[in-house]
Structures are given as C-alpha cells and as structure tokens.
C-alpha cells in the first residue's frame, strides 16, 4: 500500500532553516510527483510546490519563490522539502502528498509541525 | 492566483443532501476540469473525494458526487451521516495549485 511517512516535529528560531523530509513505499517513486502543502494553525491548506520525482522538475508557489527548495533522493525513496529565511508565520504543518492527473494528492503523508518562535 | 472562494459553513441533518460550491474564474475552474475535492477531519491529512471535478477515487462512497457549471464547482453529499462532519477543500490546478478557503461541514 501506497505510505508517505514524514519526520518529526521542528522547532526552529526567526531566520533558521527547516528541511522535512518524506519518505515513500508501496509504489515506483519516479514514476510520480510530490507537492508540498502546509496548514498554518486554524488556518486552510496552502499549496507550496511541486517536484517530479522522475527528473527533479519543480513548480514552486510564486509566494515562496527564493525561499523553498524541493529535492528528491531517488536511491532512497524520499522527497524533501527546505524552507529558509523562517519567520513567525511559517509556522504550520507541512504535508506531503502524492501527486498525479490520475489522483491528484492522492496519497498524504501525517504531517509534520514546523514552530517558529524566538 | 487567487484563493477559491468557499463558504465557510454548511449544515445539515443526517439523512440530508448538502452542496458546497466553490467559485473560481475563468482561468482556473471555468477552463479547466481539473478540480478536486478534499475531506479533513480535525488532526488529520486531508483525504482525496472527487478528482477531474466528478470522478470519485476507489473508496470514496458514491453519496458523494463533484459537478461544474461555469466558474463554479460543487460538491454534493446525499444521505448525510455523522462521520461526514468534516472541513471540505476545493482546489484547482493549472499552472499552479491553489485551494479553496475550505468549507466546515456540521452535521446537526
């Protein structure tokens, strides 16, 4: 079965960075892409961007440009996902999911809370 | 691109129909048949309910349905049932993906 399994909870300062990372199973990787969504607290889902996991193409949300990379690592099955420059409303949670025409988000990964605070 | 524009609630009694609808432009939901709709219980990941703006994943019971008309999607639930209580989610996707504000659905 299709499982997107993400790392733990971040607790990052004003300025630093965050990579999550989001490992998956149960289907060929690059034959598929990865988004990444976040969910700030009490707030809707915003979407960040996209990688192919077949030729690391992305499509980065305009908003974020600059500040997300979204990368991939074939031999192990795992997107990633860094943001920097982190400010107090980056704090969310961050979902991956798989990406599809098919099935678009189709599968999601558990979340991951990323806290911004000082 | 601009959000999707949802209501924030909806209501209904079990054993009722509800609609949702979700009103783009012409650039997004009008020109494209790429809308989907996205179920979210509280603490969780959201769950896929209609793709391609009417097609329902394998799982997803068939009291859901998606239509459009013009620039403005819409998910249906007949037969409401308790476990359908839930935030709701549209999204369309062209260049980019851009989601709806996101509809909180109570089951009275």
């Known amino acids: 079965q299709v499982q997107l399994v993400q790392s733990g909870a971040e607790v990052k300062k004003p300025g630093a960075s965050v990579k999550v990372s989001c490992k998956a199973s149960?289907?060929?990787?690059?034959?598929?892409?990865i988004s990444w969504v976040r969910q700030a607290p009490g707030q809707g889902l915003e979407w960040m961007g996209w990688i192919s996991a077949y030729n690391g193409n992305t499509n980065y949300a305009q908003k974020l440009q600059g500040r997300v990379t979204m990368t991939t690592d074939t031999s192990t099955s795992t997107a990633y996902m860094e943001l920097r420059s982190l400010r107090s409303d980056d704090t969310a949670v961050y979902y991956c999911?798989?990406?599809?025409?098919?099935?678009?988000?189709?599968?999601w990964g558990q979340g991951t809370l990323v806290t911004v605070s000082s | 691109q601009s959000a999707l524009t949802q209501p924030a609630s909806v209501s209904g009694s079990p054993g009722q129909s509800i609609t949702i609808s979700c009103t783009g432009t012409?650039?997004?939901?009008?020109?494209?048949?790429?809308v989907s709709w996205y179920q979210q219980h509280p603490g969780k990941a959201p769950k896929l309910m209609i793709y391609e703006v009417s097609n329902r994943p394998s799982g997803v019971p068939d009291r859901f349905s998606g239509s459009k008309s013009g620039n403005t999607a819409s998910l249906t639930i007949s037969g409401l049932q308790a476990e359908d209580e839930a935030d709701y989610y549209c999204s369309s996707y062209t260049s980019s993906r851009v989601f709806g504000g996101g509809t909180k659905l109570t089951v009275l």
């Open positions: 012409s650039s997004d939901v009008g020109g494209y048949n790429y």
């Open positions: 999911a798989r990406e599809s025409a098919a099935l678009p988000l189709g599968y």
């Open positions: 149960g289907y060929t990787f690059t034959s598929y892409g």
